[in-house]
């Protein structure tokens, strides 16, 4: 199972880092959902790299602590356009994906607000 944690309110220009307790997965991968929205793809790490959707490149950093089994998502410079459900995502396959469904386990979602 995946844990997150540290979401919160924050303003405009602020900054946020959640975790993601996942063990035993070599993909993990951030995903976003805001109301009415589709689960968007936010960044991924694994074993060959690191990627990263183009609205959250330069802003957004995720990165894995494997004697913790954590991986993080540090989000500086955030905007309102931000806000949303927060979820850490797991994959067994040796490769990562920006396809939710290709994603076999999910946590409980963490909410991040950003106001103007």
């Known amino acids: 199972q995946l844990v997150e944690s540290g979401g919160g309110s924050v303003q405009a220009g602020g900054s946020l880092r959640l975790s993601c307790t996942a063990s035993g997965y070599n993909c993990v991968g951030w995903f976003r959902q805001a109301p009415g929205n589709e689960r968007e793809w936010v960044a991924y790490?694994?074993?060959?790299?690191?990627n990263y959707a183009d609205s959250v490149k330069g802003r957004f950093t995720i990165s894995r602590d494997n004697a913790k089994n954590t991986v993080y998502l540090q989000m500086n410079s955030l905007k309102p356009e931000d806000t949303a459900m927060y979820y850490c995502?797991?994959?067994?396959?040796?490769?990562?994906?920006?396809?939710?469904?290709?994603?076999?386990?999910w946590g409980q979602g963490t909410q991040v607000t950003v106001s103007s």
């Open positions: 790490i694994y074993s060959h790299g690191i």
């Open positions: 995502a797991a994959r067994r396959s040796f490769w990562c994906s920006v396809r939710p469904a290709d994603f076999d386990t």
